[in-house]
């Protein structure tokens, strides 16, 4: 069975998980510098073969962190404690734990990136093929939360279909930015190797999968923080569909409705209730996320080469954006690939206003036998006087002598179909869903 994004991302950002990241990066600066002679090749292949998680004792490392403060530096003196002969001394030769740190943390984001853009494109497939099922479903567009103009369901989910789109192509261009580590010592200036500095980094970044920079970042965080943001921008798409679910899953309107199952329990004294759960998880989750993209943006402003402010509030936000995203990602398949759709509610509700969602078309034509100023006013004391008695616009207008001597009932009556009025959206739905699709295949 397929893990989900959530398991996935409990994989990569956990604490041992962590500490795995900062031992492979210090084993492959040790091969890297053996290959380039600044330590013996077998001390490389000792540091290589003892840099595991199951061979360090934990308890050990726990101990060392309390008692010096500093996580890196005591993982990295018990993978010298079990390595063999002096080995051990070459361990962290030449860098800086911020080179450790911001490329094992840059590791885990590569991953990360790779399971956000995967789920986003299985839930664009979602909706894509949802778009294509109701292209012709028509429903009420809402503005303001009031009924607007006719629209179709497929329109209202191709316009998500597009903005994940979008998020999808914001992900491909990121990754020559983000995909970045680096190993350049304590300022970034190679000092300890001189020369072939840049040939250490590039070596050690290419074994763990990562490019080389153009220059030291230490104390540039924008890679950090366009990764914090990216995750805010997609967080808030699906959160704005998950709360769109919520308001179509209302008792009024009742148009959409989140998967359900027998024995799901909405409320422990209600037992009627059915609520939008999975909707409301990812709206509150998002949050955080849209929370946490700030902060990372506010500690970036970083003194001198380096210092301290920024890193915890930066490493703990990241994780836990990541560690959110998936949870979110997770429930929004299973929101897409559950959402049950009502087309016969939303016809009904096409009528709550007794034909007054059609006053614009009214004006439109009336508009061209006698001006449309003098239509607008025509067609508004009508729409108020139908508000008001609280009956059917058509009533309202064939009393209206301004205009029964301009349409007649059989045209108001056409006027007055909402099917006849939802201008392009059937070719603009299919337009948007054949350009995805195109876009697809270039993924």
Known sequence: MQSTPTEMMNKIFNEEAQYQRWLDVEAALARTLAKLGFIPQE???????????????????????KRIFHPLVAVYRELQR?????????????????????????????????????SLRQI????????????????????????????????????????????????????????VGHIS?????????????????????????????????????DRPVEFANLLAMIAATIARIANEVCLLMST???????????????????PHKRNPLIAEVIRSLAKKIRYNAALVTEVAVVEHERDLNFWLSESNSITESCL?????????????????????????????????????KMMMVLGRKVGKQDAYDIVYEDSMET????????????????????????EIDQILDPKRYVGLAYKLTREAIALSRKEREKD
Request: glycine share 8%.
């Open 185 to 221: 010592g304590a300022v970034g200036t190679f000092a300890s190797w001189g020369e072939k500095g840049p040939k250490v980094e590039a070596l050690t970044l290419k074994e763990v999968g990562l490019e080389q920079p153009d220059i030291c970042w230490q104390a540039a965080r």
């Open 82 to 118: 079990i390595c063999d002969g002096d080995a051990g001394q070459y361990i962290h030769l030449g860098v800086t734990t911020q080179d450790i740190w911001d490329t094992a943390c840059m590791m885990q984001i590569k991953e990360a990136h790779r399971i956000v853009y995967d």
């Open 324 to 360: 959110l995203m998936g949870e979110i990602l997770t429930n929004g398949q299973d929101l897409m690939n559950g959402l049950v759709v009502y087309p016969e509610r939303m016809k009904k509700n096409l009528d709550i206003l007794k034909g007054l969602m059609m006053s614009e």
């Open 252 to 270: 009024e309107i009742s148009e959409v409705s989140e998967p359900w199952q027998m024995g799901v329990v909405g409320s422990s004294t209600m």
């Open 43 to 65: 001390a490389a292949e000792e540091i290589s073969r003892k840099a595991k998680m199951e061979l360090l004792d934990k308890e050990r490392i726990e101990e060392t962190r």
């Open 124 to 179: 664009e497939a979602v909706l894509l093929s949802l778009a294509e099922q109701h292209i012709d479903t028509i429903m009420a567009g809402r503005t303001h939360g009031v009924h607007a103009l006719p629209i179709t369901f497929g329109y209202k989910v191709v316009i998500w279909a597009r903005e994940i789109r979008r998020h999808i192509e914001r992900l491909k261009d990121s990754r020559k930015r983000l995909m």
């Open 387 to 410: 508000i008001k008695k609280d009956i059917h616009f058509k009533e309202v207008l064939m009393k209206d002598s301004r205009v029964k001597k301009n349409l007649s009932e059989t």
